[in-house]
């Protein structure tokens, strides 16, 4: 969407950002009222529909609207932050003169400052990221009815629900900044969930299943939620632990971006000019095998990280992270790029779109060419250090023989180091989950420790 020209006048929204341009306006005038040099701006209104329903009843019908001013303010070289939840005039007066005391009592660092004008966003191109959805709470209700339904009639072991959700959200932002940027978007995500408890003699298994879009029309059938929900509880009940082994695992989808998450973390900015990543001075170098390859695409139509320009106004462009195997270059804001003596890659607020290029095996073709196993579907704790890269997590999943699920796997723990699990990636599946910003297959590591009994 062009931020000059807006043409649709029967949306509601665009009013809204209208509305939060002439605040970004309003707050840079009064920063430079008050004295400062630099000073940059976002404003927000979300608002959003929830509805959750458990055993046939409603449970919780929430609507949001939140609303929130942020600004950075400099004097010279001294920065101060400040927000409100309030768009009101006299709620942001104060705003600044916050921002503005913080700046005048904070030390000068030379790394603070906007980002270069010569790389703001100048084109605007329609993203396709604004899908309202305008079902009703009596539909959503329905709708979320239906899903549960169609997961506890499953299967005869499905014995309590922790019930199906309904979610509706849009979002509207404006941000500027004193050196004449001035940017604004529109997007919508909409989400369906279901989570489920079944029960046998062996005892209690819970799981869940959801789908998350930029429109709703690109839902898969609803009750497919919780079909998929009472297939992946069903498929937990006798979980047994397994001995502690070392074998190779297969990361699922939705578990596998966690650890391209991993990645991301270790060649950010802030931690590498700290000096708190296992991955400080890789670029350049070797980080996975030669045919694993990573790619930013800011601008896919209606992915879920896409954006015209980062949080500072710099636009976004397709670049390679990961060039066959090879590091090919950081994830830096302006000021982690000035630490580093180097320039922004435009990702201020983070990675946008990161596509891992998948291989030709499914999941099923992954788990032949591991053999024997574990296919890892869950990972619990916060067991991962990014200064050292060491890697033991809870998990939960499936033992595999010659290629074939043999029973489900709980209470066990795997652990490795992450330098090790990169190299150590054999294949990537084609089985590429859309639902995140992070796009990846099953990922197959060669060899991991299993704890257990």
Partial sequence: MNAAVIHNTQDSSLDELARLAEVCDDVLRRCRAAGASEAEVAASIDTGLDVGVRLGEVETITRTRDRG???????????????????????????VEHACAIARYTEEDPCNGLADPALYARDFPDLDLWHPWRIGVEEAIELGLRIEDAGRSFDPRISNSEGAAVQVGESVLANANSAGFRGV???TRHLLSCALIAEDDAGMQQNYWYDAVRSASDFADAESIGRRAAERTVARL??????????????VPEVARGLIGHFLSAVSGGALYRRASFLVDHLGKP??????????????????????????GVATRDADLVRDGVLARY????????KLGMTTTGNAGGIHNLVVTPGSDDLPALLGRMGTGLLVTEVMGQGVSLITGDYSRGASGFWVENGQIVHPVEEITIASNLRAMFGGIVAIGSDVDPRSHLLTGSILIDRMTIAGE
């Fill in 331 to 338: 994830i830096l804001g302006s000021y982690s790029a000035r």
């Fill in 287 to 312: 980080v996975f095998p030669s045919f694993v390859q990573m790619t930013e695409r800011p601008r896919l139509p209606r992915g879920h990280g896409s954006s015209v320009f980062d949080a500072e």
């Fill in 238 to 251: 006798d979980a047994r632990r397994l001995s502690t082994r070392e074998c190779p695992v297969v990361f």
């Fill in 185 to 187: 978007e529109r997007s």
């Fill in 69 to 95: 001013v942020s600004l950075t303010v400099l004097f010279g070289k001294r920065k101060g932050s400040a927000s409100t939840a309030d768009l009101e005039p006299e709620s942001i007066a104060r705003t």
